[in-house]
Nanobody, 121 residues
Framework: QVQLVESGGGLVQPGGSLRLSCAAS????????MGWYRQAPGKQRELVAA???????NYAASVKGRFTISRDNAKNTVYLQMGSLKPEGTALYLC???????????????WGQGTQVTVSS
């Protein structure tokens, strides 16, 4: 069993910053790609940013230059530093990771429960 637990969400004013964290725990052999998605009410889930096991990153056009994704492989944790936040960034932010488990020996995509980010004055 593997768990992804997000933290760091909250209420922030437009133009403000937040740092999200997502820690993976459990029967982990290896973690491949990790990413952050967001889902606003009535909208489809969208990719915000992703980072490969080698550190390559990609971002949604709407956040490029304002958000930074990073990972700490020793801690099985991925971060999302968000800056210059806009009201349209209000959403549930979810972490995902492609994880190979020890028991059972398999690889699958895991999701966290999400952390709410609200950008409002």
């Amino acid at each position: 069993q593997v768990q992804l637990v997000e933290s760091g969400g909250g209420l922030v004013q437009p133009g403000g910053s937040l740092r999200l964290s997502c820690a993976a725990s459990g029967s982990i052999f290896s973690i491949y790609g990790m990413g952050w998605y967001r889902q606003a009410p009535g909208k489809q889930r969208e990719l915000v940013a992703a980072v490969s096991s080698g550190g390559s990153t990609n971002y949604a056009a709407s956040v490029k230059g304002r958000f930074t994704i990073s990972r700490d492989n020793a801690k099985n944790t991925v971060y999302l530093q968000m800056g210059s936040l806009k009201p349209e960034g209000t959403a549930l932010y979810l972490c995902s990771a492609s994880i190979r488990t020890v028991v059972p020996p398999s690889t699958g995509l895991c999701w966290g429960q999400g952390t709410q980010v609200t950008v409002s004055s």
